[in-house]
Nanobody
C-alpha cells in the first residue's frame, strides 16, 4: 500500500521559510517521479513542483520559481520542499504526490494527507 506522510507545515510570517518533508513507503520510491501540489481554501488544486526519480531535474510553477526548491533522498524514501521568501498567497494545504506535472491533476495521482502552510503576520 502506498503511503505518503507530509510534515513540516506551520505558521510563518511573510518572507519566512519552511521545509516540508514527505516520507514514502509501499513502493519503490527511487523509481518514481514525485511532485508537490497545493490547495488553498476555495481554490482548485495547483501543481507546485516536480522532481524526477534521480533528483536531477526539477520543474516549478512560475509563481514559486526562485523561491522553492524540491529535493529528494532516495536512500531515505523522502521528498523535500524548501520554501523561502514565503508570501501570503503561498498559504495552502501542501501534498506530496506520485505524479509528474500536469499528471498531478489526474485522479490516479496518489497524495498524502497534506501539511498546512499558513503565511500571516
Amino acid at each position: 500500500e502506498v503511503q505518503l506522510v507530509e510534515s513540516g507545515g506551520g505558521l510563518v510570517q511573510p518572507g519566512g521559510s519552511l521545509r516540508l518533508s514527505c516520507r514514502s513507503s509501499g513502493f519503490t520510491f527511487s523509481n518514481v517521479p514525485m511532485s508537490w501540489v497545493r490547495q488553498a481554501p476555495g481554490k482548485d488544486l495547483e501543481w507546485v513542483a516536480s522532481i524526477n526519480s534521480r533528483g536531477s531535474r526539477t520543474y516549478y510553477v512560475e509563481s514559486v520559481q526562485g523561491r522553492f526548491n524540491s529535493s529528494r533522498d532516495n536512500a531515505e524514501n523522502t521528498l523535500y520542499l524548501q520554501m523561502n521568501s514565503l508570501k501570503t498567497e503561498d498559504a495552502a494545504m501542501y501534498y506530496c504526490a506520485t505524479c509528474w506535472m500536469d499528471g498531478c491533476y489526474s485522479e490516479s495521482a496518489q497524495r498524502g494527507q497534506g501539511t498546512q502552510v499558513t503565511v500571516s503576520s
